[in-house]
C-alpha cells in the first residue's frame, strides 16, 4: 500500500502565491509519473501539471506559466508551486502517482491523495 498526504492548501486572495506538497510512502520499488489534479464544485476532475522521475514537466494552457511543478526523488516528493492565483483556480487539489510497488514485477500501480482545498477570493 502506498499512502499520499498533500498539504499546503489554504484561502489565498487572487494574485498570491500558494505552494503545495505530496509526500508519497509505504511500498515503492520505484516511483514513475506524479502529478497534480483538481476538482471545482460541481466539476470534473482535471490535469493541472505531471512531472515525470527525469523531471520533463507538462501543464494545460489554463496554469502554464503560472504554476510549477518539482519533484525530489530521493523523498518521493512533488511539490506544486502556484502563482498569480485566480478565483478559478479554487478547488480540492489531488496527488496522483503512478508507481512499481516491487522489483519482482513489471505491474505499476496508481495511487490517489485525500486532496486538499485551495480557496481563491476576488
Known amino acids: 500500500q502506498v499512502q499520499l498526504v498533500e498539504s499546503g492548501g489554504g484561502l489565498v486572495q487572487a494574485g498570491g502565491s500558494l505552494r503545495l506538497s505530496c509526500a508519497a510512502s509505504g511500498s515503492i520499488f520505484s516511483m514513475n509519473i506524479m502529478g497534480w489534479y483538481r476538482q471545482a464544485p460541481g466539476k470534473q476532475r482535471e490535469l493541472v501539471a505531471t512531472i515525470t522521475s527525469g523531471g520533463s514537466a507538462n501543464y494545460p494552457d489554463s496554469v502554464k506559466g503560472r504554476f510549477t511543478i518539482s519533484r525530489d526523488n530521493a523523498k518521493n516528493t512533488i511539490y506544486l508551486q502556484m502563482n498569480s492565483l485566480k478565483p478559478e483556480d479554487t478547488g480540492v487539489y489531488f496527488c496522483?502517482?503512478?508507481?512499481?510497488?516491487?522489483?519482482?514485477?513489471?505491474?505499476?500501480?496508481?495511487?490517489w491523495g485525500q486532496g486538499t482545498l485551495v480557496t481563491v477570493s476576488s
Open positions: 496522483n502517482a503512478n508507481y512499481r510497488p516491487a522489483s519482482t514485477s513489471y505491474v505499476t500501480r496508481n495511487a
